[in-house]
């Protein structure tokens, strides 16, 4: 590792010699070893650079979000005995599978702006595995090497865990007991790399996947197929702008080749510690997914969907 001295995080993490491509698609040993050795060092970079741009920068927030989703999330965490009000914003498409708007469209754009900022920025930051480094691929957790640690940004990613997904998630797929860790990811698919994603499961209780295309940024193919084992059909959908899908980890899903355009989606996932998740039994709102281990989700009160968990946070990612 290059050893700079007198000069700020800042600088010092722009002078970084960032692993390669190659490197990091095959996981290199050194690869995770760059990102730990530096990992305080872009900690403070981050901090650096959003003191430095405050002027100019937006501090993301829940205002961002859809109206609508903000007051019934809001009343239900004064009143959990009015969480019905956010069931009611969801689309059920399968068994496990629900649609909902979550980015509010007229700020929509602002929070894209910001996300050209984090690029712009320079600073290094660790793409998923996997994916070929596009613009958007960039860890969000704090569990993952070279994650987005700007303060604010943090401070948004975590209102959006713990009071939105995660008593979302318990109220429509009963994940209580298995949603004390958080994960998540942006991605951008292109026709020319990263365009599609073959059929598989998710290692969590939940995914949350939200599109963040602005609506006149269109594209063509990248629809999305999941997989109705109750019925053994087929349910294809395609991503909106600012709307999410919400579904169970263990529901098969497979994306099409995206064939003209682009599409940016936040990528969430919720699992027990040590990456448990629940196998089996009944969900709160209909279908299967809750765990043989944990208590039935007839048993879990509004009150306990509205709370955030008691256990700290682990370190271990998935990828």
Avoid: C
Wanted: proline share 6%; hydrophobic share 35%; aromatic share 10%.
């Amino acid at each position: 590792m290059k050893t700079i001295t007198n000069t700020n995080a800042l600088e010092q993490a722009l002078a970084l010699e960032v692993p390669t491509r190659e490197a990091s698609l095959r996981r290199d040993p050194s690869v995770a070893q760059f990102w730990n050795d530096n990992r305080t060092l872009l900690e403070d970079a981050w901090a650096e650079w959003e003191t430095e741009n405050k002027d100019d920068l937006l501090v993301p927030d829940e205002s961002l979000l859809d109206p609508r989703l903000r007051k019934a999330i809001k009343d239900a965490w004064e009143n959990p005995e009015k969480e019905s009000a956010v069931a009611d914003l969801w689309e059920e498409i399968i068994p496990g599978v629900y649609v909902a708007q979550f980015f509010d469209l007229e700020r929509l754009a602002e929070f894209r702006s910001y996300l050209e900022d984090v690029v712009n920025s320079k600073i290094p930051k660790r793409a998923p595995y996997g994916i070929q480094l596009n613009r958007y691929g960039m860890m969000l957790d704090p569990r993952s090497e070279g994650h987005l640690a700007a303060p604010n940004f943090q401070a948004f990613y975590n209102e959006m865990m713990d009071r939105y997904m995660r008593p979302i998630a318990r109220l429509l797929l009963g994940t209580y007991g298995y949603d004390n860790q958080t994960f998540g990811f942006s991605i951008q698919y292109n026709p020319d790399k990263d365009k599609d994603l073959h059929a598989h499961t998710d290692a969590s209780a939940a995914t949350l996947n939200i599109n963040i295309n602005l609506p006149d940024e269109e594209f063509t193919g990248s629809e999305v197929d999941f997989y109705d084992k109750s019925s053994g059909k087929t349910v294809q959908t395609t991503f909106e702008p600012g709307k999410a899908i919400l579904h169970r980890g263990n529901v098969p899903h497979a994306t099409h080749p995206i064939t003209s355009g682009q599409r940016s989606n936040l990528v969430v996932w919720l699992y027990g510690d040590r990456m448990q998740i629940p196998r089996g039994s009944t969900s709160s709102y209909g279908g299967n997914n809750t765990a043989t281990n944990v208590v039935s989700a007839e048993d879990i009160t509004a009150r306990q969907r509205w709370s955030l968990p008691d256990g700290p946070k682990d370190t271990i990612a998935p990828f």
